[in-house]
């Protein structure tokens, strides 16, 4: 709960001042790339802060302003910034050589850590982002299967990749039935065919995403699902939907992907772990990188030897300049070992404690809100609706303003959360930050009331 006594709230808006140093920044960069920006997901109008620099949980901007970093790149950096065991990690390899045609210790260390802990995953093949994971995983089930067709969830997100991203954004005027969904392009020029070759099911509806995967059963080469699907609202899976998902493409020899590029925060075990349901292959990414540019498929030994180049080309070759990169493994090695059980509960306790907090301030301050997550994972949403699926949690027009508020007012007052409201925990926090960041949001909130 937040202090009864509001302490005094730092000020961190130093960059919205058109003479600040990323207001200089953001006019250079707009020359120079598209809106001034290479990452769509980290765009804010006008224009956002710019880093400096990180250590533990806490970010400086380029103006000097300091703020709690409770987005961690997007849930990626689990033990925050610059922490002293993966610095050391990728400086020592560094200084031995940053890339080689040749494949390192390294890459076998990381890849049978992941082994020993994923409970489905018998062998990895490393990539660069969870995007290529999870392009490669879809090749791997097409190769796999020798069908053309694979099946995902409405508003569930797989990474920058035309298939995966279908039905994305989807919104009431096109996403056509519950129990059937339109297959709606997210990026302008998407090809009719890659519409057609996705099937989009309701998340959180068994039954009726049961049944689609039936009526295509002969065409399907995979089903991918996140069980805590982030911009779907991050409201996990309920057991019934991941039994099921198991049991039919099962009975129909469909691959079943689990997109745990975020979820694998959700414990030692990953989501596959907490939910106790076995997927043919998971796709990785984001915390086993240690804080660099990393991604990974692994799976049942039978599926992952369709990338097996030992006898002849594979059935899906899969190639890649920087594929387990050495500075990546020796980071993500060091970070990953220092997730034991007891970090990996330790986090989730405190994420628990931080729902709950958050659904009270809520209350308190009688501002329609809610909070959805688990583990680590958090995601603020501006209504006390019930949350199922994406489309109860797509926000009405009044709603994203709301939350457009809450978030601008949380980082001009020194925290950061994604604009869709998306926050995660790292290991440096603790009680004290947890506790600094529920007073800037209740002020937020109060600050709501009054408006
Ligand atoms: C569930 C999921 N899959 C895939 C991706 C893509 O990963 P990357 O940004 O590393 O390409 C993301 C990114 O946020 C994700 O959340």
Redesign the pocket.
């Known amino acids: 709960m937040p202090a009864s006594e509001p302490r005094t709230l730092p000020v961190t808006r130093r960059y919205a001042d058109p003479a600040s140093a990323a207001a200089r920044l953001h006019r250079q960069a707009r020359s120079v790339m598209p809106g001034g920006n290479s990452r769509t997901s980290v765009f804010m109008a006008p224009y956002p802060p710019y880093a400096a620099e990180g250590l533990g949980c806490w970010v400086v901007d380029v103006d000097g302003d300091r703020r709690l970093d409770l987005l961690n790149n997007?849930t990626s950096l689990i033990h925050g910034h610059a922490h002293p065991a993966i610095t050391a990690a990728a400086s020592a390899r560094l200084a031995r050589g940053s890339a080689f045609a040749l494949p390192t210790s390294e890459e076998v260390e990381l890849a049978a850590l992941l082994v020993e802990r994923l409970p489905a995953v018998d062998q990895v093949r490393f990539a660069n982002?969870?995007?290529e994971a999870?392009m490669m995983a879809i090749q791997g089930a097409r190769g796999f299967t020798g069908r053309p067709k694979i099946a995902k969830f409405e508003g569930a997100?797989?990474?920058?990749y035309d298939y995966a991203e279908v039905s994305l954004s989807s919104s009431p005027e096109n996403w056509g039935p519950l129990a059937e969904p339109a297959s709606v392009p997210y990026a302008h020029g998407t090809p009719p065919a890659v519409l057609a070759d996705v099937v989009v099911l309701p998340f959180n509806h068994p039954a009726m995403a049961a049944r689609l995967i039936e009526r295509h059963a002969r065409e399907l080469a995979a089903v991918i699902v996140?069980p805590v699907p982030?911009r779907a609202g991050l409201m996990p899976a309920s057991r019934e939907l991941l039994e099921s998902l198991r049991a039919v493409t099962a009975a129909h020899g469909i691959v079943l992907i689990f997109?745990e590029?975020?979820s694998f925060r959700v414990g030692y075990h990953g989501a596959q772990g907490h939910f106790g349901v076995n997927p043919d292959l998971t796709?990785l990414?984001?915390i086993i990188g240690g804080g660099f540019p990393v991604?990974a498929v692994g799976g049942r030994a039978e599926v992952m030897a369709v990338f097996d180049p030992s006898g002849g080309t594979p059935k899906v070759p899969h190639a890649g300049t920087f594929n387990a990169n050495p500075v990546t493994m020796a980071a993500g090695l060091a970070a990953m070992r220092l997730m034991d059980r007891a970090a990996f509960d330790r986090l989730a306790e405190l994420g628990a404690k931080l729902r709950d907090s958050v659904a009270a301030c809520f209350k308190d301050a009688g501002i329609p809100g809610s909070v959805t997550g688990v583990g680590s994972l958090f995601r603020l949403h501006p209504s006390d609706r019930t949350l199922v699926d994406y489309r109860s949690s797509r926000h009405e027009k009044a709603e994203a303003a709301r939350l457009e508020r809450i978030v601008r007012f949380l980082l001009d007052h020194g925290v950061m959360i994604s604009t869709t409201g998306l926050g995660c925990l790292s290991t440096p926090m603790g009680d004290p930050e947890i506790e600094g960041f529920l007073d800037v949001l209740a002020a937020a909130l109060r600050a709501e009331r009054g408006a």
Do not use: L, M, P, Q
């Not at 997100?157 to 920058?160: D, I």
């Open positions: 997007y982002s969870g995007t999870v997100y797989h990474g920058s996140d982030n997109d590029v975020i796709t990414a984001k991604g």
